[in-house]
């Protein structure tokens, strides 16, 4: 694996960026792929602090950090800025971008975007919504050069289009169309895949049938790894999570209670106290401020005004 590269002396070994390669390794030798999403520079250095190999930088930015109603309202500039962050937040973690809604309607549309995400934001890699409809752009991009990570399931880019956030895939037609899906996202040349909201049994048998990573979020654990919203993960909405998070901590009580408690303080004047406090020598403001004995003998003279010479330099 390329993580660790040494200097140029050979002495000190530094963390390299991982590769879909490498991700496809890690694959081979069984190790289950923990991903998360990241939006800026905090949460970015967090993930790659924890060790996470794979960081999407999800378009549910769009509801998570920037108050939009859907994914659909966010732009390939929004997404930029923040890939941005996440990359400089991140020295081994792959950095995935995802390409908003209408950003890879035909091949030429696809190239553009996601050439944009990688020359511009940094990114290493694309994911895109959609499996048959969606694979002629998969192999452009990859024929191209773009690693790219393919997401099937519930689509949130298509809510108008669906209706409503639901399990996908119950029934005999479902079924087999996501099972052609995730063939023809593989076969395109995807390097893993997202199975978002599909039942456990269905997301483990289309795991079995696939060379290349499925990266389960609500879909049981049988796919071969696992993505979770880092915000419902974090617990920093105060909001009822989805049925599928599991909180790991609940960042959103303590930054509230953090916030309670820092109001009650600064309006009870007991924020800052000493230990937040710098102060300076008595005497040298007294000086300033016309208050040593000098200055109060010559208050009155001609140039001194309450007290505080004119000639000075305030
Ligand atoms: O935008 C996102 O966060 C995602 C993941 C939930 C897979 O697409």
Redesign the pocket.
């Known amino acids: 694996m390329s993580a660790m590269t040494g200097d140029a002396s050979g002495s000190t070994p530094r963390t390299a960026r991982l590769t879909v390669a490498d991700i496809g390794r890690m694959h081979a030798d069984g190790q289950r792929l923990a991903t998360v999403?990241a939006y800026d520079y905090p949460t970015a250095r967090l993930a790659d602090a924890a060790g996470i190999p794979l960081v999407?930088v999800?378009?549910?930015?769009a509801q998570v950090v920037l108050g939009y109603e859907t994914?659909v309202r966010i732009t390939l500039d929004e997404m930029l800025h923040h890939t941005r962050a996440v990359v400089r937040g991140t020295s081994r973690a792959l950095v995935v971008g995802?390409m908003p809604f209408l950003t890879y309607p035909d091949e030429a549309g696809a190239l553009g975007a996601a050439g944009r995400f990688l020359q511009e934001g940094g990114a290493q890699a694309v994911?895109v919504e959609g499996g048959v409809r969606t694979a002629r752009v998969v192999e452009t991009l990859v024929r191209n050069g773009v690693p790219v990570m393919g997401?099937i399931g519930l689509t949130?880019q298509a809510i108008h289009a669906i209706g409503k956030f639901r399990v996908q895939g119950k029934t005999r037609e479902q079924a087999r169309s996501l099972l052609g899906d995730a063939l023809a996202i593989q076969e395109a040349g995807a390097f893993a895949i997202?199975l978002?909201l599909l039942p456990a049994q269905l997301a483990e048998a289309i795991t079995q049938r696939l060379r290349i990573p499925t990266i389960g979020?609500g879909s049981g654990p049988g796919c071969d790894g696992q993505?979770q919203?880092l915000t419902d993960l974090l617990g920093l909405s105060l909001d009822r999570p989805p049925r599928h998070v599991r909180r790991y901590a609940t960042l959103g009580e303590t930054a509230r209670d953090a916030l309670v408690a820092y109001a009650a303080d600064v309006e009870a004047g007991t924020f800052p106290g000493d230990a937040e406090t710098v102060r300076m020598d008595d005497a040298v403001l007294a000086d300033v401020l016309g208050l040593s004995a000098l200055d109060r003998a010559a208050d009155g003279e001609p140039g001194i005004i309450g007290g505080i010479p004119l000639d000075r330099d305030l």
């Open positions: 999403t999407l999800g378009d549910s930015l994914t995802d994911k997401h949130p997202v978002e979020i993505i919203v």
